[in-house]
């Protein structure tokens, strides 16, 4: 795709949307990883309708240790991968106490290191919480990246590199939310609604709908 319709796509996106952001529900770096990691192959619906209920009893890491297992399945167990999701949380838990005085670490080796927590949360996170210009590939972006013509990478860290190469650096700590955004709700999988795409023109995906 040629740099100048980079530029348009990323502007628009922009002019559309100046202040985007993430839709899962968090106060603190702290809620912002466990909502993540509850994320995981789950709508930010379902975690916000968990995590309300939850954060006001425990939003710090020894408060979540405190419930324990079962305390903590009673609060997610409506989210897939419920019983998972929970062990890895007590022990993410367990190591910020042992070895980040209970904070979110600002790096990425360190958010690596903790249960639960891949290359994707990591980003999310470090972009999110402590504002560093990283793109989070989901399934959202991959597909979006590649269908527009971002990217041609076939693995997410593939589609990651390119895009962290093409997107205009203005554009860059941004961009993880508009593109998320834009396969949520316009560019979707099975049928995207180009009709009512902003991006329209500097789109390069040949199969473009007629829908309106």
Excluded at 38 to 43: D, K, R
Excluded at 199 to 208: L, N, S, V
Aim: aromatic content about 6%; charged content about 20%; overall charge positive.
């Amino acid at each position: 795709m040629l740099a100048s319709n980079i530029q348009k796509i990323f502007a628009t996106f922009a002019k559309a949307n100046p202040k985007p952001a993430t839709e899962l529900h968090y106060h603190t770096p702290f809620e912002l990883l466990i909502s993540v990691i509850l994320s995981a192959q789950a709508t930010d619906v379902s975690v916000n309708k968990a995590t309300a209920k939850l954060y006001p009893v425990a939003h710090t890491p020894q408060a979540i240790l405190d419930l324990g297992m079962d305390g903590l399945i009673a609060y997610i167990k409506s989210i897939g991968l419920y019983k998972t999701k929970a062990k890895n949380i007590l022990k993410t838990c367990a190591l910020l106490l042992e070895r980040h005085q209970g904070k979110v670490p600002h790096s990425r080796e360190a958010l690596e290191a903790l249960p639960g927590v891949g290359r994707k949360t990591a980003n999310v996170v470090l972009n999110t919480a402590f504002g560093e210009p990283t793109i989070a590939v989901d399934t959202h972006i991959f597909r979006v990246a590649k269908r527009i013509g971002l990217s041609q990478g076939n693995t997410p860290l593939a589609v990651e590199q390119d895009l962290l190469k093409v997107v205009p650096k203005a554009y860059l700590h941004d961009a993880h939310h508009w593109l998320i955004l834009h396969g949520r709700y316009t560019c979707v999988a099975r049928k995207p609604h180009c009709g009512q795409c902003i991006i329209r023109d500097w789109c390069e995906y040949p199969d473009k709908t007629k829908d309106t």
